[in-house]
């Protein structure tokens, strides 16, 4: 479904992306980790056409992706960011959050379609007419995901969904992402700098140190340990050591 | 005992009348580490903040005992907290972008922290500028020191914060969530500073963090606060024993790299909790 070929990404003397290439079939998923500024969400947005000046390939179900994207591209993947407080407009209602996608794509049966993407996510209607400030975090997220679903895409780019919440939000995010999957047959790349949640979800992990994909590994050889490159075996040396205490 | 607490009680005006943001807490505290985990709204921050009495203009604050090293925080002068805040007790926030003076080099704002408490000359205040610097583990303290924060990483502007915090000699170190701004790799060099700084000048430690294995790691003692109260404390070595379900929620909720499952336990909070 995803296809990344020897990806480039410039900021003047920085080298944010070194050659990245990875694929991620349809339904599967496929994790990002790495620290700060070794390039993970810049791969993400890149591939979302948020970063126009790249090299290389990006390909979306075998067409390849222009520098500018055309407009089908937008109703075909969707993004979701960390903070939905951030990249929730805070003066718009939830209900126009909701139905400007829809308007946007020329998509009817608005009220409808609200209603049931509320519902999808597991949010009383009562928040429909709320702004961001009212919901909870947890909530907020919720509606940034149900947003990014309403054009009804097949590819979700997921940077960070889960870090800006508690850990009991956490919970009822990742089943929430993980029963749309199922649901919706939906293909996620999602970046997170913690390995037991990229792994949670993800059956491919990517590791990124310094601008390159330093291994690809599935999640069941990183949980049992069979790292090949040594920034992943303490990267998840970090994890356990907390787990195990 | 180094702070003493008896039925800490701080809530918000709202025009439906006071909100309450914790309730009834009550705790001592020696030479220790102790940690407070909570989700956000537990009253975590607050309760700290309250032992420096640092806390919104419109708080209301009550309590039956709220002690520092011998002095009624709770009815004490400005000035007798001035000598509280930065000598007995400093306090490191979580963002040091957030928390450090921009216009200021790095070098300038410890020594001004230690010029604020001790009685020297600005050589002597510069000369313990870099010696602190030093002491939290920063190879190259002059260059360090001339720096202003936007040119340092997170994690040394989070260690000249720790060296801000460390001029004035406190007897108590209060963290705030140090190192949720950080790095997985960066995050462990930080607590293993702190808790290396802590035992060395024997100074009490509290810890805050809503990370229950993290702080279980790190400290001796963890008090578990939900909604405002204490639900358990607990040493930290017996975290598996946790007997209280919103503790027993916390561990479980997260997601494992060692035993993986399909969903997450999703927590259910039950109405007795607040009670």
Redesign the interface.
């Known amino acids: 479904m995803i296809e990344i070929e020897n990806l480039e990404v410039r900021f003047r003397d920085l080298h944010a992306v070194r050659g990245v290439s990875f694929a991620a079939p349809r339904g599967s998923s496929f994790g990002i980790v790495g620290e700060s500024g070794s390039g993970k969400s810049t791969i993400l947005r890149a591939y979302a056409g948020l970063i126009t000046d790249w090299t290389g390939t990006m390909r979306l179900a075998g067409s390849p992706l222009a520098r500018r994207r055309e407009r089908a591209f937008f109703r075909r993947v969707q993004m979701v960011f960390q903070d939905p407080y951030g990249s929730l407009h805070p003066r718009q209602t939830v209900d126009r959050a909701l139905s400007e996608p829809l308007l946007v794509h020329g998509i009817g049966e608005i009220e409808a379609r609200v209603l049931r993407a509320l519902a999808e996510v597991a949010l009383p209607t009562s928040v429909r007419f709320r702004y961001p400030h009212q919901l909870s975090g947890g909530q907020r997220q919720r509606v940034a995901i149900a947003r990014a679903l309403m054009a009804e895409p097949e590819v979700l780019l997921l940077d960070e969904p889960t870090s800006a919440l508690d850990v009991s939000v956490q919970a009822e995010v990742l089943n929430l992402l993980a029963d749309l999957r199922e649901r919706r047959r939906l293909t996620y790349v999602m970046v997170s700098h913690n390995l037991a949640v990229v792994a949670h979800l993800c059956d491919t992990i990517g590791v990124m140190l310094e601008g390159e994909m330093v291994e690809q590994i599935t999640a069941a050889d990183l949980r049992a340990g069979r790292a090949a490159h040594p920034h992943t075996a303490a990267l998840r040396a970090l994890s356990t050591e907390l787990e195990e205490a | 005992m180094l702070v003493d607490v008896a039925s800490l009680s701080i809530a918000f005006p709202t025009p439906q009348g006071p909100l309450p943001a914790v309730r009834e807490v009550s705790f001592a505290l020696g030479a220790e580490k102790l940690g407070i985990v909570g ?2 709204g537990s009253g975590k921050s607050l309760t700290a903040r309250a032992i420096l009495r640092l806390l919104p203009p419109n708080a209301l604050l009550t309590a039956e005992r709220l002690r520092f090293d011998g002095i009624d925080v709770l009815h004490a002068r400005e000035a007798a907290l001035r000598a509280i805040r930065g000598r007995g007790a400093g306090l490191i926030l979580q963002d040091p972008k957030f928390s450090l003076n921009p216009v200021m080099t790095a070098g300038g704002q410890i020594a001004e922290a230690w010029a604020a408490h001790h009685k020297g000359t600005r050589r002597q205040a510069r000369q313990a500028a870099l010696d602190l610097l030093r002491q939290v583990q920063i190879r190259d303290p002059a260059r360090v020191a001339a720096a202003y924060p936007h040119e340092l990483s ?1 994690g040394m502007g989070q260690r000249v914060m720790i060296a801000m915090m460390l001029a004035p000699g406190p007897r108590l170190l209060i963290a705030d969530e140090p190192t949720s701004a950080l ?3 960066v995050q ?1 060099e930080i607590l293993r500073l702190v808790q290396d700084l802590v035992s060395r000048r024997g100074m009490a430690l509290i810890l805050i963090s ?2 229950l ?2 702080v ?2 790190f400290c001796d003692r963890v008090l578990v606060m939900y909604a405002g109260r204490i639900v358990e404390e607990l040493k930290a070595a017996e ?1 598996a024993r946790a007997r209280h379900p919103y503790t027993r ?2 561990l479980d ?6 035993h ?1 499952r ?6 259910v909070s039950d109405p007795a909790w607040l009670a």
């Open positions: 989700e956000s997170g790095d997985a790799t462990a809503h990370d294995a993290l279980s790691h975290l929620g916390l909720c997260l997601p494992s790299l060692t993986p399909p969903r997450l336990p999703v927590m």
